[in-house]
Nanobody, 121 residues
Framework: QVQLVESGGGLVQPGGSLRLSCAAS????????MGWYRQGPGKQRELVAT???????NYVDSVKGRFTISRDNAKNTVYLQMNSLKPDDTASYYC???????????????WGKGTLVIVSS
């Protein structure tokens, strides 16, 4: 009943910028924390950034100062603005949301299918 759809991935040169979007849809009562995770080739999935419903943000150290997470509660959408991209940022980026569906009023964790970001010259 709830799904997350990511968009905005692609190929970008080192030092470039990219903006990812993730829209939640379905029968949603509310969304608490939303975030972005990534998994690079041969690596474990790691947290990139999270943002609470109140706007509190957290970032993995490797992206601090370069990435910015934000959300539009009216659109049930979370964004990840990525600047000064490095080859090590190459990964599949996954959207995550802690959602309370309207039909259950119980918090559930949802994941998007991922969008690929490749940073290469």
């Amino acid at each position: 009943q709830v799904q997350l759809v990511e968009s905005g991935g692609g190929l970008v040169q080192p030092g470039g910028s990219l903006r990812l979007s993730c829209a939640a849809s379905g029968s949603i009562f509310s969304i608490k924390t939303m975030g972005w995770y990534r998994q690079g080739p041969g690596k474990q999935r790691e947290l990139v950034a999270t943002i609470t419903s109140a706007g509190t943000t957290n970032y993995v150290d490797s992206v601090k100062g370069r990435f910015t997470i934000s959300r539009d509660n009216a659109k049930n959408t979370v964004y990840l603005q990525m600047n000064s991209l490095k080859p090590d940022d190459t990964a599949s980026y996954y959207c995550n949301a802690d959602v309370i569906p309207r039909t259950t009023l119980r918090g559930m964790d949802y994941w998007g299918k991922g969008t690929l970001v490749i940073v290469s010259s």
